[in-house]
């Protein structure tokens, strides 16, 4: 597709600087779990949890896009896909199951052994990190999906010169992608976190759609609406109680679920365009500081409920957070068991000074390697 409105270093400090943003307001959200006795009745609580992790998991969907764009013009190739759910089985699961093994033996749940902690914690992953779960999930039916609209995108279009005719059977293919993948998803039995997954799905695959299709983001002459949305409909936003709003209508609880997911849209739309925003015109420090959270935005998920009493809130959990992440990073055993990543490599100077056969070469020959 063409991206020509946005390079690739802004278009990924912006995806960064999401990320960044998006944490944060789940490292917020869960201070203000902490700190507050009724949390589900304080409204800073609700205006956070009404949005945030729908909103995380649309983030993840934008991310999800940029590599099915590239490969959408090339062959359709299933092995490319299966090669991508190893990586993210690698960068999710094994954290997944890694931190359920450290909070059974830092908690001793009673009545589990090690084993059958990790059995219920796959059976019910809100006693983990379920996002990372879910988030498996969502990828690997994503992942069939695209394969489909990229085969049937190959099969059934030719290219013109201006790409017209591509891109609009790629939006027709990808509004019939939306039902066929949800219906799959619906069959599946909801064990295993299959539930989480359905609940999630329909924001992960609308974060991939909006960011292929308005990569630039909203139109500036309704980006506003969303806002006024949000701001309007949140304080009536209840975790655990039918909203005021619903109760009028024939059928609360069904009334309750959708204004939910206005909430969340609207909430997540507003903070992609602030996102936006704040990229632009922030000052640089600023924006450096928040887009590399934004890189350890899954490091920070699964580090910060261990520093959520810390002084100042919200600030002192992410330090910290980074802190360890950076710890777990220079261990390669501990980089790939706690976070699903190779390891740092920060002193390669120096271990190349001290190995016994080295050879010498100019400073500026050494290549740095890259994380």
Known sequence: MNRAATSTSSRDTFLDCLKGLAIGTVVLGHTFQVATVDFDHSLPFRLIYSFHMPMFMFVAGMTASLSFSRRLNAPPDFSSYLAEIRSKAVRLVV????????????????????????????????????????????????????????????????ASSDGRQDLGALYLLLILAWPISSALLRALPSDLGLGMAKTFYPYFFGGFVFHLI????????????????????????????????ALPFPNPASANLEFQRIVAIAGTLALVDFARLFTDNAPA??????????????????????????FPPVIAPIIASLGVSLILRTNALTSWLCLGQKPLRIWPRDRYRLSPNRVEIADNAIAMPKE
């Open 285 to 310: 420090l600023s924006t450096r500081a928040v887009a590399y959270c934004g890189k350890r935005s899954l490091d920070i998920y699964a580090i910060h409920f261990f520093f959520l009493t810390y």
């Open 214 to 245: 308005r990569p630039t983001g909203l139109p500036n002459t309704i980006r506003w609406v969303t806002y006024v949305i949000f701001l309007a409909l949140a304080p009536f936003w209840y975790r655990t109680e039918l909203s005021p709003l």
């Open 95 to 158: 954290p997944f199951v890694t931190w359920a093994i450290i909070k059974y033996f830092l908690a001793h749940p009673d009545g589990y052994n090690p084993a059958t902690w990790l059995l219920h914690v796959f059976q019910v992953p809100d006693d983990g990190l379920w996002f990372l779960w879910a988030l498996f999930l969502c990828s690997c039916v994503l992942a069939l999906t695209a394969f489909v609209v990229q085969y049937a995108f190959h099969s059934l279009t030719t």
